[in-house]
């Protein structure tokens, strides 16, 4: 009866796409510029191809939370190193190789302790621009600057830290200045708060602070020029500006509504900052990001405020560039909020989205030929005087200046996550997933393959049995021709603009083909049952098979043709140094062949060594194809099933290896698809791996992914075996199941394939190489909160809800308030063009505004069925479905809401349960009544026909009621606030904000519900799901995944209790039973919700857009191996 320990595996299902922080740079070549993107323990390097496209190139796991990037480079350098900062409590200095596609580190310095600590450094990271120094800081107190150079083998070093401390003091920002071959200089925002610690009257002020680094004395100044004159505190970030030999230096400081310009010996210039058209007057304006464009003559900063509108920044200079006269700033254009911004030099803008996909960017103009969009001025009372500003007003508009040419997907921030039913798609489980914020929200159906990308399609006459893609020549980069066999007949598309059918390609077109190929000699070759033809140019020559003997199988390469007769016969042809294809060898197998390959020729040499030849008899076998020894066998392969289709080709082993390991894929007819290794010299085969790929008989096809050679597997499923980033790859693909299928290259798709699925041929193209899962959004009017399923149909209902928002008919409204006071002042506006919030954002309210909506929704047709408005400022936060006691199995919807609801200090007016029925077989939604209640519903849950709820700190439960819902009995024993409430049998199992797990029993005869265990161990809940009746599952706001379990012989003590564990058993946790847990994932992402499946597997969501699934390990040897790997992993990564 005692507890059995639970040892958990973690998977991570897909990488979390949020951006913390990126940085520009050329780190592959001088001339090409990546961006360095940080996605919590990933670093990731992302370019952009020649078609526009962002490529992944490189993904790196650094084994902590990365904190800080920036890029700087050395005097006379042609590349860009790369300086992290992370949890580890060291900074440390990388270098792109680009022979291993992946990060050398160059130099490390250890600063601090681990962790994310508020007085350690690693917040704030800051490089000189001349690449000389760099400054890291902590939130609190400390500041460490460091010297890079040379050394005498011209290596990177790094100096001692030397100390810029400076006690009770807040950092809010640090960067390094252009001071072109000065003393390096940084700029920090600081608040001296030691003089307020002492004396709680005083008051703190920010000051920017000038910190220069001696290089001569090794010894860093704190300059505080503007002392008398502190910053507004809402200061909060820092743009240099170009100096030097380019421009005045100093330092642009983002305030609300305003922009600052100061520099040592210069005064202070103030800016006003144009604002939308729409803003209430009270409202401040905040700069939340920035960029500098530098060029050869010109450069000018773009700003972006927190509505996403971008502000193109210049300035008017002395003819000596010391001295800044005046500041311009107007609207450029609007593009989704960001964490970072990133120009690169081909006329690209990289936004790395605060929420929601990333996206990228092409400058079409760079705002010189227009006026911002100014439609008039706002005249604002300051806060202190009788002094008024006049802030200009704009309209936004479409974009003029940027347009939009690729995306990169991101599921940050992922809020909830079900599993969707398997019947509403033939093609696999699809998971629906709310993500998100405000406008830009969508609901994001997931479904677990790589994308592919329709190009082209057109119909055939019939189903056909085979497709190839040919070249007119063998050196062409590109495709010219589609072969499509059918059953008796073979048509050749010529591939262009348009797809259309070739009547003069020497192709035999009245008999079916088996395999086609262009040979070295550019000449072309078609194998038919009968004949082998040799086609060069309008001459063919033909080898007939003895007497009436058919082919039935082939393979050939640009120099190699290899076929099998009836009854077992192999027939082996070479092409001679004449453009002749000669009969090399035979040889008579006493078993029929089911199938042949021929491997890749090798770069210099004239033949492939090696033939691979499956058999009726489940074998392989590998034989040489040498002069001396044709035909020969060299290695046996058995299967389990007989072999279907065989492919030979080279596969990288990592990213330096050019040539690969030489591997064989068979494909068996029970949809078993086996690797395996082929020595290069011997031809023996070891590294034998399987996979099951479906219920249909495997066939394989040559392609190309990635620049590398690849397999696609077809069968019930289509799969595509590749090398991406240093690793094996075999994912699914999200799409229907190819019957045939072959490469495809065109100048408009360098990596693609052409597949026939029934009598329909399509050119697809591979954009998104190692993504897991394919995404399909579907927009949503507020920020999702929650979403429940319809338990009869395949129905969602998302409830939707946002803070400081307003209602559509007051958004009218305030709209037409803007244009009567306008028009008090003489000024007009204008009809604003139709443009959509999900791109420009909507109004913004004051604190304790709120819009919700309840929508109906269907995953198949992805279409809104039904969507309400709530009204008198609700804000919802919770729903469920419920089937009451008494109802004959109606299925009713229960919505907590709370109106007037502030969030900080919390305060409301009233909650509300809003109960709805469905009409219309689960379409419609019907209000049957409000109940009010004193407390907030963040928890609904159903339970044996009631409703349990979580008000506030209590536990209650609720029946159906015809003018309400009726309150049946309650528990207050919650110290703080109900989060989250589940149940298993008639156990309650409540999660309290701060203060974990509680345990709750409900005694139907007492009609009470008493706590009878809870957690020891304090707990940011966020998720609580039970595995069974003693065990749960349980999310916390730091990332941490616990199991809780009792032990055996104390569940049945509660069983057996009448007390419920409040009388001579006490709380059971609470006198010491312990509850094993097992930590599953590390990091600092909120796990919002659990997610079971039909096979009762659970998978979690982060906040920042990433999935992951434990999984049970109760081996010993799995677990001591697995640790192994992990350990042995990190010291190889050598991670920041």
């Not at 390097?45 to 992944?56: F, N, P």
């Not at 001459?539 to 043709?561: F, L, S």
């Not at 009854?567 to 090399?584: C, H, K, P, R, T």
């Not at 009017?781 to 209602?807: G, N």
Request: with cysteine.
């Amino acid at each position: 009866g005692g507890l059995m320990a639970l040892h958990l595996y973690n998977i991570t299902l897909e990488k979390g796409g949020a951006i913390s922080c990126s940085c520009q740079g050329s780190f592959t070549e001088g001339k090409q510029q990546e961006v360095v993107v940080g996605k919590g323990q990933w670093l990731e390097l992302l370019k952009i191809d020649e078609t526009g496209h962002v490529q992944s190139v490189s993904m790196h796991n650094v084994y902590g939370v990365i904190r800080c990037l920036s890029a700087f480079r050395l005097h006379g350098a042609s590349r860009d190193y790369l300086i992290v900062t992370s949890d580890s409590g060291r900074v440390v200095i990388l270098q792109y190789d680009m022979k291993k596609s992946g990060w050398n580190k160059v130099l490390q310095e250890t600063y601090g302790k681990t962790g994310l600590r508020r007085a350690v450094p690693g917040q704030y990271l800051a490089s000189d621009p001349g690449g000389r120094a760099i400054m890291i800081g902590a939130i609190e107190k400390q500041k460490f600057a460091y010297i890079l150079d040379r050394d005498n083998e011209a290596q990177i070093t790094i100096s001692s830290p030397l100390e810029a401390h400076k006690s009770g003091s807040i950092t809010y920002n640090i960067v390094g200045l252009d001071v072109g071959y000065d003393n390096p200089v940084f700029a920090a925002i600081e608040v001296d708060h030691a003089e307020a610690d002492e004396d709680p009257s005083e008051t703190t002020e920010k000051h920017l602070v000038f910190y220069e680094l001696d290089l001569g004395l090794y010894h860093v100044i704190r300059k505080c020029p503007w002392s008398d004159s502190p910053l507004p505190d809402t200061a909060n970030l820092m743009i240099p500006v170009p100096g030097g030999e380019s421009g005045p230096g100093g330092v642009l400081v983002c305030i609300d509504n305003y922009l600052l310009y100061m520099n040592s010996g210069h005064e202070t210039l103030k800016e006003v900052i144009p604002r939308r058209q729409h803003m209430l007057p009270t409202t401040g304006l905040m700069i939340v990001c920035g960029t500098v464009r530098k060029q050869r003559s010109s450069y000018f900063v773009l700003l972006q405020s927190e509505y996403g509108d971008l502000y193109k920044v210049t300035f008017d200079v002395t003819p000596d560039k010391r001295m800044v006269t005046q500041i311009h700033i107007k609207y450029f254009d609007t593009v989704p909020v960001a964490t970072s911004l990133s120009i690169l030099k081909p006329g690209y803008l990289f936004v790395a989205a605060e929420f929601g996909n990333h996206k990228l960017y092409q400058f079409k103009g760079i705002g010189d030929d227009d006026d911002g969009c100014l439609i008039g001025a706002m005249t604002i009372a300051a806060k202190e005087g009788g002094e008024k500003e006049i802030f200009p007003l704009f309209a936004p508009r479409k974009l003029k200046n940027l347009e939009l040419i690729d995306e990169v997907e991101s599921l940050s921030p992922l809020i909830d996550l079900k599993v969707g039913d398997a019947l509403e798609d033939i093609e696999g489980k699809r998971l629906y997933a709310l993500s998100g914020r405000g406008p830009q929200s969508t609901i994001r159906i997931l479904q677990h393959g790589l994308s592919l990308n329709e190009l082209a399609s057109s119909p055939l006459p019939a189903a056909p049995e085979n497709v190839w893609t040919v070249k007119k020549s063998f050196a062409s980069p590109y495709d010219d021709y589609i072969v499509v066999s059918f059953i008796n007949a073979t048509i050749v598309l010529s591939i262009g603009t348009t797809i259309q059918e070739v009547p003069d390609s020497g192709f035999q077109g009245n008999c079916a083909t088996l395999v086609c190929q262009v040979m070295k000699d550019d000449s072309l070759v078609q194998i038919v049952e009968g004949c082998i033809y040799h086609i060069h140019g309008t001459k063919t020559n033909a080898w007939k098979t003895p007497g009436t003997r058919r082919i039935e199988k082939a393979a050939a390469n640009e120099r190699q043709v290899v076929i099998s007769l009836e009854g077992g016969e192999v027939i082996y042809f070479e092409l001679d140094q004449y453009g002749s294809l000669n009969e090399a060898c035979k040889k008579k197998f006493d078993k029929e062949v089911s199938c042949l390959a021929l491997g890749p020729i090798p770069e210099g040499r004239m033949r492939s060594r090696f033939l691979a030849i499956g058999f009726a008899d489940r074998n392989v076998q590998i034989v040489t194809l040498d002069p001396d020894d044709a035909l020969q066998m060299a290695a046996t392969q058995g299967c389990n099933s007989e072999p279907e289709d065989i492919k030979i080709v080279n596969i990288a082993n990592d990213a330096s290896d050019r040539e690969g390991s030489l591997c064989v894929f068979i494909g068996c007819k029970n949809g078993i698809l086996i690797r395996s290794v082929i020595d290069r010299v011997s031809g023996t085969i070891t590294d034998t791996r399987t996979k099951f790929c479906g219920t249909r008989p495997c066939k394989l096809v040559t392609t190309t992914a990635a620049g590398r050679e690849a397999v696609m597997v077809l069968s019930s499923r289509s799969w595509l075996a590749y090398h991406y980033q240093g690793k094996q790859q075999l994912n699914p693909l999200s799409c229907p199941a190819f019957t045939r299928s072959a490469s495809f290259c065109s100048e408009q798709c360098p990596e693609g394939v052409v597949a026939v699925t029934g009598n329909k041929l399509t050119i697809y193209s591979l954009d998104r190489l190692g993504d897991c899962f394919n995404q399909t959004s579907v927009p949503l009017k507020a920020t999702p909160r929650a979403f429940v399923k319809h338990p009869h149909y395949p129905y969602y209902v998302i409830i939707e809800t946002d803070h400081r928002a307003y209602t559509d008919e007051e958004k009218e409204g305030i709209k037409a308030n803007m244009r009567a006071s306008l028009a008090e002042e003489g000024e007009e506006l204008p009809e604003e063009p139709n443009l959509p919030e999900k791109d420009y954002g909507a109004i913004k309210a004051t604190q304790g505004k709120w819009s919700s909506y309840l929508r109906v929704w269907d995953p198949n047709s992805r279409k809104t069925l039904d969507l309400i408005e709530l009204e008198e400022n609700q804000a919802a936060f919770s729903a469920t479905t419920c089937v009451f006691h008494d109802t004959q199995g109606e299925v009713h919807l229960v919505v907590g809401t709370v109106k007037d609801f502030i969030p900080n200090p919390r305060c409301y007016t009233s909650g509300l349960l809003l109960t709805f029925r469905f009409r219309g077989n689960g379409t419609q939604l019907e209000l049957v009544h409000k109940t009010t209640v004193d407390g907030i519903p963040k928890a609904l849950h159903p339970f044996q026909g009631r409703l349990l709820v979580g008000l506030s700190e209590k536990v209650m439960i609720f029946d159906l009621g015809k003018v309400k819902l009726l309150r049946k009995c309650e528990n207050k024993q919650v110290p703080n606030l109900v989060m989250n409430i589940t149940s298993h049998g008639d156990r309650v199992f409540v999660g309290d904000v701060t203060n974990s797990v509680f345990c709750m029993k409900y005694k139907k005869i007492q009609n009470q519900i008493s706590v009878f265990a809870e957690d020891t161990i304090p707990r940011w809940t966020t998720a609580v799901v039970p595995l069974d009746h003693s065990t749960i599952a349980i999310g916390d706001k730091l990332g941490s995944i616990t199991i809780a379990r009792l032990d055996e012989h104390v569940s049945d003590e509660i069983e057996n209790d009448p007390n419920c564990g409040r009388g001579s058993s006490k709380w059971l946790w609470d006198r010491g039973f312990p509850q094993w847990v097992a930590p599953a994932v590390a990091g600092y992402c909120v796990i919002l919700c659990w997610v079971r499946d039909y096979e009762h597997a659970e998978d979690y969501p982060h906040c920042r857009g990433c999935r992951g699934h434990p999984v049970h390990n109760d081996k010993r040897w799995d677990r001591v191996l697995r640790a192994y790997y992990e350990q042995t992993g990190c010291r190889h990564a050598e991670a920041p």
